[in-house]
């Protein structure tokens, strides 16, 4: 049930009625009307800006168009009060029963309450991470990780079908030098000194524990082969070791992906994908060979002063074009992307997301091109870029990890802090804004840390529970006398501004869905559990506002059906987050 939905559709009818009645021009089109909460709860529970953008179509004045419109609502039995305000503006004030079925709703639906069909029958795919398989994790992975994942659940918990990739960058020049870090390694580990690591090479410690593989599985026998042999032998088994890594770690922030695409795949002696989408570009015309300016304030590993195969980027507002072939016959690092894309194409997304670091966002332009370009510009592509992440402890820098080598590991931090608050705390910042994570705030037990207090409103829900049982043991959860409780009991103001908190999840989701701002549930959960926290202390200075009361059991069925309600909500929305819902706090 969403109380938004059900008032903009009294609102539709109330205007079909009065186009019934001729007192409506039948041809003037309804749209771009919304319900909104009114600023002052003293107005009412909703606003509706019907009139006013009905008013010039329906060459009428705004006000005398609302009191009509506020006339045939309070034919309506959903509704006690239409009042007409400022320039004509209609606030409306729901009748109890609404509030009732509410809670009633959300206790009959179990996980459902709040989900949206706005992605029903649409299947959306998800790429996020999708970090180099040369290192662990460092933390803004952590954040690509997180706001990817959480798109995803939002994505699905509003509709739609949702795939979650990760595409391994398993071929290329870093994952040569990947390769060549490996052997380097290897030879270390068989006690030759090696030295201080070369430029362009990896230095990291975890490489070391690589080179301790390759002997243990290998013995000497890789310094007897040739160097092409032994390389791709290395380098197969750093990126076995390293994605395995990766899966962990990412487990362990509890983050899943359907699918990990390689992009080794994509040109094989079975099947030349790339070659594929290269010529289907060029049937299309974007194809041709010639040369490429030297890039502005950078160099730019693709650029040769030399003839190439080029892909005419700059067609679809790209600053150039871009080269899919060296002049060696090679193919660019962008020609495995343009096969990648042609690949999720064909397999027939409604929408597509490519969530990427904020070190990327040069990349955006030809990304988007060359999609526009396969799907003749029918493919909703999306390019989210997550921004920063500075790891703090009291308010002072975290020192790099001598394991990682140059970057603060994402493993250290869950395991130093936990999943949960670190995914709940890289929501509570838009994406797109820089981001201060402090690990010593994210474990404090108190209001000003956003992930405990929700949790806490959770494991609290339940504790009522517990507590009311010693009065009432037959007041549990599944029991017919909580989930059928007397809700007109639920009368006193701090009741029902929960209830109307409960009220608002259905709109956070689908607007948080549709807006691609997940951020917006976390603060959405804190505002929920601060409702309930309030009300749960107003119970200590004032008995009779208790949850529980020993002598009155209907009324107790109430409360405690309304404090179900709350937890339901609090669970879905942590959900979404991926966080856990604890019973009880330690």
Known sequence: MNIFALAGEAVRQALL?????????????????????????SHGDLASNAAMVLAKRAKAKPRDLAQLIADKLLDQTDFTKADVAGPGFINLTLSGDVWCRLISTVLANKTTYGQSELGKGKSAQVE????????????GHCRGAVFGDTLANLLAFAGYDVSREYYMNDAGAQVDKLGQSALLRYREALGETIGEIPEGLYPGEYMKAIGQVLVERYGNSLLDMPTDEALDIARSSAIEALLSEIKNDLAALNVQHDVFFSERSLSTAERDQVAEAIELLRKKSLIYEGRLPKPLGHEDDE???????????????????????KSDGSYTYFAND???????????FSLYF?????????????????????????????????QLVKVLRDGQPVRMSKRAGTFV????????VGSDPVRFMMMMRKHDSPLDFDLAKVVEQSKDNAVFYVQYAHARAESVFRVAA????ELTKNSDSVRNADLTLLYDVGERALIREIARFPRVVESAARER???????????????FHHQWARGNDLPQLRFSQIDNVKVTASRLALVLATQKVISSGLHILGVQAPLEMR
Not at 409 to 416: F, G, K, M, T, Y
Not at 517 to 527: A, T
């Open 128 to 139: 996020y991470v999708s970090a180099n398989p040369t290192g662990p994790m460092h933390i």
């Open 409 to 416: 590991a994402l493993r250290d931090v869950v395991d130093e």
């Open 517 to 531: 701002e997940p951020h917006r549930v976390p603060f959405y959960l804190y505002d929920l559990a601060s409702a």
């Open 17 to 41: 009625a009065l186009q019934q009645e001729g007192r409506l021009a039948q041809d003037i089109e309804l749209s771009g009307l919304d319900i909104q909460e009114p600023r002052d709860p």
């Open 338 to 348: 343009v096969a990648y894309h042609l690949n999720k194409i064909e397999r027939g």
């Open 354 to 386: 490519n969530v990427l670091g904020a070190d990327h966002v040069g990349y955006i332009p030809r990304l988007k091109a060359v999609v526009e370009a396969l799907s003749d510009n029918s493919a909703n592509f999306e390019t989210p870029v997550t």
């Open 303 to 325: 650029w040769e002063d030399r003839e190439q195969t080029l892909f005419r980027s700059a067609d679809f507002g790209d600053d150039m074009d871009r080269a899919l072939k």
């Open 470 to 473: 010693e009065t009432f043991p």
